[in-house]
């Protein structure tokens, strides 16, 4: 069974479109993140919810809306693409807020054109 | 503010060859810091951790020593095989950065046969 699932894995749209990204979570954790890692592998937080609440939200463009339905789950959703959004974006999970080991999916590597 | 420094990639190594990836950190607390290991095309997983000084970490042959007195957190490994081609990443967390993980920039690892 897999603990943290992400998908899509492979996302490819146009400038300006809107897209989503969908997280799930089967370990039973209260918090869950969102980060991005661009080409170069540098990895930088951009949201962390903890039971369906925000925690962390870092200056990340307001055209990424991030929404949590239930515990298990913690969706992006990104508005007006832009080239810079290119990336590979990961969602994970830890048992509680002050956890401190993470578990991360798959990715889901988005391309913009 | 908490940073974490790693040594810049790629470090390319033949198989059998001894490992050290230099990772050192500032931190104004007592944090614990964290080794994680990306294999190609995948999320993050936990290599190892240590929550304390003088604290060792170890996993799958790899181990890290907690230095507080150096503020350093070397991963090394004895006799590197192909299969631990990776991005590899240090990181700490504690209680001043609310225990969210703090990460450095990754180095990417080639083992040649």
Not at chain 2, 11 to 18: K, Y
Not at chain 2, 42 to 62: H, I, P, R, V
Not at chain 2, 82 to 104: E, K, P, T
Request: proline share 4%; charged share 20%; with cysteine.
């Amino acid at each position: 069974d897999t603990a943290v699932s992400q998908t899509p894995k492979y996302l490819v749209t146009q400038m300006g479109n809107d897209k989503s990204i969908k997280c799930e979570q089967n370990l039973g954790h209260d918090t869950m993140y969102w980060y991005k890692q661009d080409s170069k592998k540098f990895l930088k937080i951009m949201f962390s919810y903890n039971n369906k609440e925000l925690i962390i939200n870092e200056t990340v463009p307001n055209r990424f809306s991030p929404k949590s339905p239930d515990k298990a789950h913690l969706n992006l959703h990104i508005n007006s693409l832009e080239l810079g959004d290119s990336a590979v974006y990961f969602c994970a999970s830890s048992q509680g807020l002050y956890q401190e080991t993470q578990y991360f999916g798959p990715g889901t590597r988005l391309l913009v054109l | 503010g908490n940073s974490v420094t790693q040594m810049e990639g790629p470090v390319t190594l033949s198989e059998e060859a001894f490992l050290t990836i230099n990772c050192t950190y500032t931190a104004t607390g007592y944090p614990s810091l964290f080794w994680y290991v990306q294999y190609p095309g995948e999320g993050l997983q936990l290599l190892l951790k240590a929550t304390k000084a003088d604290d060792k970490g170890s996993n799958k042959g790899f181990e890290a020593t907690y230095r507080k007195e150096t503020t350093s957190f070397h991963l090394e490994k004895g006799s590197v095989q192909v299969s631990d081609s990776a991005v590899y990443f240090c990181a700490l967390s504690d209680r001043r950065s609310n225990y969210q993980l703090i990460w450095g920039a990754g180095t990417k690892l080639i083992i040649k046969p």
